[in-house]
């Protein structure tokens, strides 16, 4: 089955830097590509997500590329600002079979005033 | 518009009763319907997944268990609670024939088996 590897664990940045989430899969078949922000005690919520037929995604600040090659993908958060602080976990499927995510161990991000 | 609810939103059981969450959605048909687990501090856990009534898929063998008994509720019960079942329960969903395979999550149920 799919095997998602999620780096680094923490990340601690200051305010108005960048901050990089890097995902590694190990299934070929794997065509999407989701990313997921998780506030204390809340519910995972989609932030943005990229197909295999594309390379890299834009959606304001945040934005992810996609390597099928070398099997890994990116999350990168531009400006981090306080409200960025949460989890974030990449996931990995692929069209059939039940559409299942399979997810990383998780990246807990704190932007540092 | 489309909706997912679970309940209850917090639950504390103790060791060795049963358990039924129940999950449903609004607004569609036939969507494919997921139960995840999450222990406190860590991630994301497939337990089934259902792409139809009826129809259950198991991914880790414990002594949990899932129905679809209509198309757009999804239980997940127990017999007997243990210790190690405590954690947050996430119902995800997939809306049918939508190529984007796009998981939206429930607000989750808390559970702590005491």
């Known amino acids: 089955g799919e095997n998602v590897e999620q780096h680094p664990s923490t990340l601690s940045v200051q305010e108005g830097d960048s901050a990089v989430i890097k995902c590694t899969y190990s299934?070929?078949?794997?065509?999407?590509f989701p990313w997921y922000k998780q506030e204390l005690g809340k519910r995972p919520q989609l932030i943005i997500d990229?197909?295999?037929?594309?390379g890299e995604k834009k959606d304001q600040r945040i934005a992810v590329t996609l390597n099928k090659t070398a099997k890994h993908f990116s999350l990168h958060i531009t400006e981090t600002q306080p409200e960025d602080s949460a989890v974030y976990f990449c996931?990995?499927?692929?069209?059939?079979?039940?559409?299942?995510?399979?997810f990383g161990t998780g990246t807990q991000l704190k932007v540092e005033l | 518009s489309q909706t997912i609810h679970q309940w209850p939103a917090t639950l504390v059981q103790p060791v060795g009763s049963p358990l039924s969450l129940e999950c449903t959605v609004e607004?569609?048909?036939?969507?494919?319907l997921y139960w995840y687990r999450q222990a406190a501090g860590r991630g994301l856990q497939l337990l089934f997944y259902?792409?139809?009534?009826?129809?259950i898929s198991s991914e880790v063998p414990q002594n949990l268990s899932a129905s679809r008994p209509q198309d757009r509720q999804f239980i997940l019960s127990s017999k007997k609670l243990l210790l190690s079942d405590s954690g947050f329960y996430l119902c995800?969903?997939?809306?049918?024939?939508?190529?984007?395979?796009?998981?939206?999550f429930g607000p989750g149920t808390r559970l702590t088996v005491l």
């Open positions: 299934d070929s078949a794997s065509n999407y």
């Open positions: 259902s792409v139809g009534i009826g129809q």
């Open positions: 990229i197909r295999s037929n594309v």
């Open positions: 995800a969903w997939i809306i049918a024939g939508y190529s984007y395979n796009e998981q939206f």
């Open positions: 607004g569609t048909s036939n969507p494919n």
């Open positions: 996931a990995a499927s692929f069209t059939g079979g039940g559409n299942k995510l399979t």
